[in-house]
Every structure is written in C-alpha cells, then in structure tokens.
C-alpha cells in the first residue's frame, strides 16, 4: 500500500517528522517497506510561460522560445519538444540548475543560437516516465515559483508492507486510524454528506447468492459529462498511489477506493439490461474482461449480471461491454461486500491481480458500502455534474461482531509484563473498540473493519502493539534447562546431512509445491494432491517425490555453466492413502559431471551408478545396504535397482531416465537416488569386541558361476553360512573374456580369517574355506577356476 504523506496528514497530523511517522508504523506492526520523496532532488527549476515560439534558423526540429521565468527580462531558450506553444505554463530550468542525475544547466549556444535554460519535461524531473513532451502546468500556477512548491515535490511516498491480516490498512482511512492509535493524534474520517436524490432514476438488484454478497449497495446518476476533466490534486493523490488516472468517473472510483478502502465500480447505465443480479455463471458462458481477456465462466466464479449477460467479475474485474466511455451520460455505482471465500485465489488462478481482488478477498468493512457509494456520488456529481437517485441497499446475514472478553491477568501472563488496566483501556479506546468494564476483564466488541479480531490473543496482540513492542523486556527463563535424551540407537537428520555433506554433497530446499507436469512426468502413481491456492500458477500440486526439485536445481545450475553438481534434500513427499494423507519425509539426491573434483594428478571420470552407490552406503554406514534390479518410470531401464537398508526396502538409485533428460533439458543423465528417511534413524546398538593380537589370515577364491547370477545373492549365501573364525568376505574382481566360457563370469572373493584367543592352524583354516566352497558349489553350482 503505497500513499502520500501528505494526503494522510490531511486526515491525522501527529507531531512527528517523516522518519519518526515511519518508524512508528513500524515498530507498530505495520512496516514500511520503502521512504521517497515524490521527486528526486533537483534545484533552481520554476514555473515559466512561453511567450513566442520561433522556428530555429539553423534546424527544423528545434524551436526557439521567449520565456517569462519571473526574473524580469524574458530568456530566450531553444527546445526541441512537440508540445511547446505560446501561452502555456512549463517547467524552467535555470541557469545554474541541477537536475536529477547530476545534469548542470550552463548558457550554451544550440546551432548558433544561444539558450538561457531548459524547459523540461515529467521524465526529465524524474517525476514521471512521459518523456513526450514538456510538462504542461497547471494555468493557476504563478510565474516564477519553484517548481517543487507548486508541485509539493518534496511530499513523501510511503509503502506499507502489510500482513495479509490487516486489510484494513489498504485505505487512507485505514492508516489514519492506525496512525491516530499509536500516536494517540486526533483523526479526522474522510467527509462523509449523504447525498440527496434528486431524480427517481434506479434499477432493481436481485442477489441470488446471498451468502457470497451479503450486501450489495447501488446509485444510478444521470445527465453527467463523463468527458470532465479529473481535477490536479486527485490525480496527484492517485498517481502517488501508483494508480494512473484514466476518466473522471473511474478515478473517482479508484480514489475512494484508497480513501475508504471499499473498491467501487461504475458501469454505463444505458449498457445494462434490467435488473443487476448476482449470480453464479450458467453453463457455457463467457465473460470479455476490461483487459480483453476472454473467460469460460465455470461454476466457482461469481458474477455481476443483467438480465441478458454478464457484466463482470464479482470483486475482481468488470467487463469491456458496459464500461464507461466520453459518451457515458448515465452511471451506475456498485459497492458490494463479497465473501472473502468467494474470491480468494480467483484473480490468481486467472493469472492476473487487481486492486479490487486484493481488498475483497482479504476482507473490507462491510458498513463501508452505502458511505462508500455516497462518497463517490458526491465527487461525480461536484465534477461531472448531473443527478442522483435514491441509493439501492439490498442486505443479507453480515459477518456477526460477537464481544471478546480480555482478562488483564491473561494480558500479564502472554506478554510477561504487567500493563496498567487504565493503559490498557486507553489503548482499545484509541482502536475504537469501546471496551467495557466486567470486574477485572474487559469486553470489546471488534468493529466492522477488524476481521482480524476473533479472539483473545487477537486483542492482546493490540494491546502489545500499543504498548510498544520496545517496552516488553526480555527475561531471562524461570525453568531449569536439561539435556534432551539422545539415544545411541535413533540417528537424528542432522546427521544424515552431516554425511551427505562430507560426501561433497550441497544441500537444497525446494518447494514442497511443484509443476503437475514435473510429477506427470516423474510417472507418480498415485495421481498428486493438488493445491486449491497455489501461491503461482505453475506450483499447482504437492510433491509425491523429491526428484522434480532436484532436477529442476540441476538444469538451474547446468544452465549457469556449471559442470559439476552434487546435491541432496530432505523434505517430507506427500501422497494420498485412501483417504489419508501421508507425509513421509524422505533424503534425495543426485551426482552429474565428473566423479571427482578437478586434481592435477588424475583424469576426469563421470560419475556412474557405483560412485553413488558408495555414497548411499556411506549415509547408511553402519547398516548394511544391498542393491537389486528392479525398474523405476523415472530411471533408466537396466541402469535402476532398488535400495534395501538392513533388508529393507527403502528407495532406489540409478540413472534418470533419458524421456526425463530430455523433458529437464539436460545435456547429460544425472545418477539419482531417493531414501525413506525412517529406516536409516534405526542403529544397532554398539557391542564391544575385543581387538585380536593374532595376524590375520587372507585367502582368495576365484570361482566361476553363471553369468546372470547376481553377486549379492553369493555374497548373502556366504555370511549366511560363514565360520565365526570369518572376519571379512568381500568381492574385489569380476572378470569375463579368454580362458572363461560364453555365459560364465570369474569371480574373485577376498577372504578374511582371525581369531581374537588363538594362532588359527592349517587344518582350522582349510575346514573354513571348505565350508564356503560346499556352500558355493552346492548352492550356485560354482567351480574353482583352473
């Protein structure tokens, strides 16, 4: 919400200067997000009136002009700008001025002609992007005054960063009142006459959704000049607002607007057919909006309607085909008060925001409509002239305003600081609240314009905002501290980041809402949750896997150059069970590039399924992890398995599936992999073992087994079956080629034998390897290889 300063003092002037007013707001809940004056600093321009306008002897666009700047003799100032003519009031830089950007104006000669200043133009001054033409004053202006006077240029510009909460700040009116609160300043509302019918003219309204409008207020005024011009101080006010003022009528309605903060509209009275009606859309309508956007109205939309079509978007947009245009001689006033559920997410859904939208779905006050209506009649009226019928006031159930009841010894307890019940009756006296006295607790009943006002807490809130945010002291806790348990056999997440980490992994955090087109194409089964208010178009349902965030990191980074990424994320997936959600959280992960850093001393090797897999080992350590085939939609065929941890099955790993490559527009397939984060929390408890003294014992066996035996099902068989002597049995070497037949792989299995009590013997040794060997032979049909 961006607003004059100079507008609000015309409604509350506390004592304070522009910082301090700032900061105030601030420390009050209301943060300014940014302090400017209307115009950059620039000195020594004036008001001036040109004289003559003569063609420049030595170039046709240029002109040389005669300038009355107040300073006696006229100066003679050559301009090249379209719009300059005898008669009007333009800005004038003197000599010696300093306009924004450090531009210093000296007496030149342009093309043999001497200049003895500059007229300028809106962009020039750094006041508006119109770089057209001069800037033509206002004919009250006098001769000679500084520009920045007449303009009020030295006005600041305040822009409130608001709470979704406090939509009652998205007015003048509004911060007025907040304004006069925090400063305890006498506030002066807005005028408010109610203005006088002066014709019989109306339209009948009929409301057929009653609990989306519960109020729907309407004036028709006949026989205005809708061709008026829109007088300087409102479109000031507006343009300062960052609102661009368009006709006499609509800046009426956008001006009070920000005054009062009840969005109006105003549609051509001679366009509508019959009654206006409030209705949701029938089927296969459409709707072109003021933006020449065309709509398929569907059922959640409410409209504004006449007998024979739709006029516009209830709370949101009008339509192009009843606006007002120069020939309007005729207008009809609408101020509703729609159900903030009717709107919220609309405008947003359609891909645009409007004013209106903003207000009405975040709340406004719904004793605003008929002052509202009035207000704006009176303005059409003053400017357009014309008459005003009777104002049109269909009402329903409004939202109730119940009493809250506010106990001083709870004010005490939440803020931790006792504020005098005096104080605290002065402080919802300042809010308008008119508390009441019941014993020891004060009963308020919240106005029409606090929506935020529910509860206790709500108004212990104020009091604290009031009081002063600065004023509530820290202090130190009354309790004990004690060290939380941590037990050796539950792994914390930190941990498992800590590993990743050391792994040379980056961690990310990406939006638990995600493209529907990235889970289509990640094949989630079953279909995603999808988001009724998405907080973008494209972030439309919640994640079902962490890979669309990853990858989406991943072609961020690839398309900055980066040809090494490593990266990882924990974060909770969400899916439907029936008719549960389930929010697993979950540890993902992906490596594309080269394997290894950059080094002198090595080449440069892509990282593969087994680099991963070692790092997956690495974050389970010391649970055991095996791997089996297994196909993923998002993996690529014969290159995926599933992860089992400890023997179960936790996750997959392998390489993106190539449709995917192509669908994140990468160069290459990432390795990926994707945990259940609950199975690697649980740990074996650690067991002492004594270190043996005794040396150890290796033996290798190179057996030969068929080809499409997996190697973890031999290495199961052999821990199964294992002496307790057997301290280590690993693979170290797979080999097929001459001297192994078609079908048949060597396999060379390092193993390990030691006792802690005693030097095993020969015979013990040869008794250990037989056992493995009667397990490999009887099992897999292994033989030794010659």
């Known amino acids: 919400m961006r607003f004059s300063e100079r507008w609000l003092r015309t409604l509350v002037d506390p004592p304070l200067d522009s910082e301090a007013l700032a900061h105030a707001l601030t420390m009050a809940g209301l943060e300014v997000e940014e302090h400017v004056r209307a115009a950059p600093p620039f000195t020594q321009v004036v008001v001036a009136k040109v004289l003559t306008v003569e063609r420049h002897p030595n170039a046709e666009r240029l002109t040389v002009c005669s300038v009355d700047a107040g300073r006696g003799a006229p100066l003679s100032i050559v301009c090249g700008a379209p719009n300059v003519a005898p008669g009007i009031l333009v800005p004038c830089a003197l000599v010696g001025a300093e306009l924004p950007g450090g531009m210093v104006i000296r007496k030149a000669a342009m093309r043999g002609v001497e200049s003895q200043g500059m007229l300028c133009s809106a962009a020039e001054l750094g006041i508006a992007d119109d770089a057209s033409g001069l800037l033509v004053l206002d004919g009250n202006a006098t001769i000679g005054t500084d520009l920045r006077q007449v303009l009020d240029l030295d006005d600041s510009l305040l822009t409130l960063k608001l709470t979704p909460n406090r939509a009652d700040c998205l007015s003048l009116a509004g911060i007025a009142r907040e304004v006069g609160a925090i400063t305890a300043s006498p506030v002066k509302p807005p005028p408010h006459a109610q203005v006088a019918s002066t014709t019989t003219t109306t339209r009948g309204v009929r409301v057929e959704a009653p609990l989306a409008c519960p109020r729907f207020c309407a004036r028709v005024l006949d026989g205005i000049d809708a061709r008026a011009p829109t007088p ?38 001679a366009q509508l057919d019959g009654d206006i009606v409030v209705r949701f859309p029938r089927e296969g309508e459409q709707l072109t909006l003021l933006n020449g956007q065309v709509l398929d109205l569907d059922a959640s939309l409410l409209l504004v309607a006449d007998e024979e079509k739709p006029l516009g978007l209830a709370g949101i947009m009008g339509g192009e085909h009843s606006g007002i245009s120069d020939n309007t001689n005729s ?45 704006a009649a009176a303005l059409i009226l003053a400017l357009c002239g014309g008459h005003a019928g009777p104002l049109i006031d269909v009402c329903g159930e409004l939202p109730r305003r119940d009493p809250i009841r506010v106990r001083s010894a709870r004010i005490a307890r939440i803020l931790g600081v006792s504020i005098p019940d005096d104080e605290v009756a002065a402080i919802f006296d300042r809010l308008g609240l008119k508390p009441q006295r019941n014993g020891d607790d004060f009963v308020v009943t919240p106005p029409s314009y606090r929506f935020d006002l529910a509860i206790e807490a709500d108004l212990i809130e104020e009091v604290a905002r009031l009081h002063g945010y600065d004023r509530i002291h820290a202090a130190a806790p009354a309790h004990a501290h004690a060290m939380l348990p941590a037990p050796e056999a539950l792994r914390p997440v930190a941990q498992l980041r800590r590993r990743m980490v050391d792994r040379d992994y980056q961690e990310v955090i990406t939006f638990s809402f995600v493209s529907s087109v990235w889970e289509h194409a990640l094949r989630s089964d079953p279909p995603p949750i999808k988001v009724l208010n998405p907080i973008a178009g494209h972030l439309d349902v919640m994640r079902s896997s962490l890979l669309g965030g990853l990858l989406d990191t991943l072609r961020t980074n690839v398309n900055r150059k980066a040809e090494r990424v490593r990266i990882f994320e924990t974060g909770r997936c969400f899916m439907r069970d029936g008719e549960r959600f389930l929010q697993p959280l979950r540890i993902g992960g992906l490596a594309f590039g080269a394997a290894d850093p950059p080094q002198w001393d090595s080449g440069k090797r892509a990282a593969d399924f087994f680099d991963v897999k070692g790092d997956v080992e690495a974050l389970a350590a010391p649970l055991a992890v095996t791997t089996l085939a297994a196909l993923h939609p998002a993996l690529h065929p014969g290159r995926s398995a599933r992860v089992l941890v400890a023997g179960r099955p936790v996750g997959w790993l392998g390489e993106l599936h190539p449709r995917l490559t192509r669908e994140f527009e990468l160069p290459r397939s990432p390795i990926v992999f994707e945990l259940g984060y609950e199975p690697l929390t649980q740990l074996p408890m650690p067991v002492a073992r004594p270190v043996s003294k005794l040396p150890v014992v290796r033996r290798d066996l190179a057996i030969v087994v068929d080809d499409a035996l997996p190697v973890q099902e031999i290495r199961n068989a052999l821990e199964a079956v294992k002496p307790p002597q057997v301290e280590q049995i690993s693979l170290f070497d797979v080999y097929k080629g001459p001297g192994v037949e078609h079908g048949k792989k060597s396999l060379a299995i390092l193993v390990l034998i030691q006792d802690t009590a005693r030097t095993l013997t020969d015979p013990e040794i040869d008794a250990a390897v037989a056992i493995l060997l009667r397990e490999l032979k009887n099992r897999f049909n292994a033989t030794l290889r010659q």
Request: glycine fraction near 10%; hydrophobic fraction near 45%; aromatic fraction near 10%.
């Open 331 to 375: 207008v009809l006033l609408e101020g509703a008060f729609w159900n903030p559920a009717v709107i919220q997410g609309k405008a947003r859904r359609l891909g645009f925001v409007t004013d209106a939208g903003y207000r009405f779905e975040r709340g406004v006050d719904f004793q605003a409509s008929p002052v509202a209506v009035d207000r």
């Open 232 to 269: 300087g101080w409102m479109k000031q006010r507006l343009e300062r607002s960052g609102i661009r003022p368009i006709s006499a009528v609509v800046d009426v309605t956008n001006y009070v607007m920000l005054e009062l903060g009840q969005p109006l509209h105003a549609y051509d009275n």
